[in-house]
């Protein structure tokens, strides 16, 4: 499995990220032509560490069955508008955005 990993810092304003992360989903239902209710991704929202840190607040993964699968999401238009929300969203700093599979 291949995936596509969206990092987001901890925001500045936990409600409106959440608000505007919901958005950001249906963002993705809409231009990548998911079917509501079809999840081929997972949502984590981190914990923080013993010390009280919390680096990224939460974590969107994209899962592909293949290689190039993962190149030709990543290089549409539907994922480069989706992509540029990711930052619009991203209130806390700068997203990191990975791409790796799972062995």
Do not use: C, W
Request: net charge negative.
């Amino acid at each position: 499995m291949y995936q596509l990993i969206f990092l987001y810092p901890p925001p500045a304003d936990v409600d409106q990220f959440e608000a505007d992360f919901a958005a950001h989903l249906v963002l993705l239902h809409e231009k990548a032509e998911i079917p509501v209710g079809s999840k081929p991704y997972t949502v984590t929202r981190f914990m923080p560490t013993p010390d009280g840190a919390l680096v990224y607040y939460l974590m969107l993964t994209l899962h592909f069955d293949s290689p190039e699968a993962l190149d030709a999401a990543a290089e549409s238009p539907a994922m480069q508008e989706f992509g540029t929300d990711v930052y619009r969203i991203s209130t806390g700093g700068v997203p990191a955005i990975l791409m790796g599979n799972v062995e």
